[in-house]
C-alpha cells in the first residue's frame, strides 16, 4: 500500500485537488540546506539525483540558489540517461506545493532543526523523517538494490534493519 494512500485522510481539503499529477509525485523529499562550513552539500544533492532513477525527488531549497545545485548537478547528469524522471527543485517559499511534495513523499530527509520542526507539526509522521545526513547511504542503496522503490512497507522494513547499523533517526540535527 502507497503512503499516499495511507496518509490521505489527514490531508486537509487544499490537498484533494493536487498540485501534482499522480504520476509525477516525488517519491522523496531532501532538504538542501548550506553545510557549517557555508557550501552546499554536494554529496547530497549528487545522491538525491541519482536516486531520482526510481522516480521523481524532491530537493527542497533552504537559502540555497538552484543554479549552484545545477552546477553541482552538471557533470552527474552526463552519466545517467536522459530518461530519469529526475530532481524538482522547491524553493522553502513555495508553500503548499512544497507541502504537497512532502506529504505525498514516502521518505524526507531533513537537514536543519527548524525544518523538522515544521515537518512534524505539519504531522507527517515521525518514521517517514530521516536526518539528511543518512541520505547518501540510503538514498544510493535503495536505487541499487530496489531499481524503484517496490513498497513502502517492503522500504521502512529494510531502513530498519539499517537505522540499528547505520544510523539513529530523528537524531538532534
Known amino acids: 500500500m502507497s503512503i499516499r494512500r495511507t496518509y490521505q485522510p489527514y490531508l ?3 490537498w484533494s485537488s493536487p498540485l501534482f499529477a499522480e504520476e509525477k509525485r516525488p517519491w522523496a523529499a531532501v532538504e538542501i540546506a ?11 544533492i549528487c545522491s538525491a539525483y541519482r536516486a531520482s532513477q526510481a522516480g521523481i525527488v524532491a530537493l527542497i531549497l533552504n537559502q540555497v540558489d538552484p543554479r549552484v545545485v545545477n552546477k553541482i548537478l552538471d557533470p552527474v547528469v552526463r552519466f545517467l540517461p536522459l530518461t530519469i ?6 524553493g522553502m517559499d513555495n508553500g503548499v506545493r512544497m507541502q504537497e511534495a512532502l506529504f505525498a ?3 524526507v530527509f531533513a537537514a536543519t532543526k527548524p525544518f523538522r520542526a515544521s515537518l512534524l507539526s505539519l ?4 518514521r517517514r523523517i530521516w536526518p539528511a ?4 547511504a540510503l538514498l544510493d542503496d535503495d ?3 530496489f531499481g524503484k522503490m517496490a513498497s513502502t512497507r517492503r522500504f521502512h522494513a529494510d531502513n530498519d534493519r539499517l537505522r540499528g547499523k547505520v544510523v539513529q533517526p530523528l537524531l538532534p540535527i
Open 12 to 14: 486537509s481539503a487544499a
Open 34 to 44: 548550506l553545510t557549517p562550513n557555508g557550501s552546499p552539500p554536494a554529496t547530497l
Open 85 to 90: 524522471p529526475g530532481v524538482i527543485y522547491l
Open 105 to 107: 513523499a514516502e521518505v
Open 123 to 126: 504531522g507527517i509522521d515521525r
Open 133 to 136: 545526513s543518512s541520505a547518501p
Open 143 to 145: 536505487v541499487a538494490k
